[in-house]
């Protein structure tokens, strides 16, 4: 069975379109025209083990920032559509990634209700290249909303904005590796005692 995504998304401000396979092999086309943004996707991809595609073309003109949410949600959106019945997964998935000074901690349950929990060190450099740092925490909100998934996303310390920001990409890319894999002991059995994710 196929687990991929692919999601179209067109407004006035962006046009997006993301592909996603959850069983791939971490091959990346990543286009959104915010370079920074582009490496983080790109770690998402590699260290999730996805086949990921994105390209995003957006109201760059104005600033990053639709362009980078818009990207989020569909990203989000696609992701969910991969995931599928969520039959014979592990659901839960958690990874920690230090960056040389950074560490994130990863937390997350692919719940089917949205709920994103966030820290990071206030002091930081506003600006990465296009990114805009606080732009993270917004990210990690429009994929939460979409992908309807319970994440905890937790830097404890860290000086460089870069790393701070790099070490959390490839600690959601490894939770959400681990949680959306399958397991071989739950062949056909949902993770819930619910019934329902
Ligand atoms: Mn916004």
Known sequence: MNRTGRVERVTKETSVLVEIDLDGSGKVDVATGVGFYDHMLDQLGRHGLFDLTVKTEGDLHIDSHHTIEDTALAL?????????????????????????????????????????????????????????????RHILESFVAQAQIALHVHVPYGRNAHHIVECQFKALARALRYASERDPRAAGILPSTKGAL
């Not at 592990?90 to 997350?108: H, I, K, M, W």
């Not at 349950?109 to 606080?134: F, N, Q």
């Open 76 to 136: 989000g959106a696609a992701f969910k559509q991969a995931l599928g019945d969520k039959v014979g997964i592990y659901r839960f998935g958690n990874c920690t990634v230090p960056l040389d000074e950074s560490l994130a901690q990863v937390t997350v349950d692919l719940s089917g209700r949205p709920y994103l929990v966030h820290t990071e060190p206030e002091k930081m450099a506003p600006m990465i290249g296009e990114y805009d740092t606080t732009m993270t």
